[in-house]
């Protein structure tokens, strides 16, 4: 699995689909996977991971989110804020 930010996108040779230049203009076509990158470490954790550790790697990883992986699947995203709520309600 892989993510895409801005930091990726900047760089990336740009492609204009035919069909678009007449409809649109110039929209760039570019496929995903030519800017994607994987989803490990730091920005991916599991169901069964502690909070607390995922909020570390949320908090650290730049993107202000992990990917929830379970089995090999995207199972859902936990951002920086989803983690801070529920720590903020477990210390009052």
Do not use: C
Not at 44 to 59: C, G, M, Q
């Amino acid at each position: 699995m892989s993510s895409v930010t801005l930091f990726t996108v900047r760089g990336i040779p740009v492609r204009v689909h035919p069909s678009w230049l007449a409809v649109y203009g110039l929209i760039a076509w570019t496929p995903v996977r030519e800017v994607m990158r994987a989803i490990i470490g730091q920005v991916t954790a599991t169901p069964n991971e502690s909070l607390w550790h995922a909020f570390e790697k949320v908090s650290q990883n730049g993107l202000g989110r992990v990917a929830v992986v379970e089995d090999g699947r995207l199972a859902g995203y936990l951002s920086v804020k989803d983690a801070a709520h529920v720590l903020a309600i477990a210390g009052r």
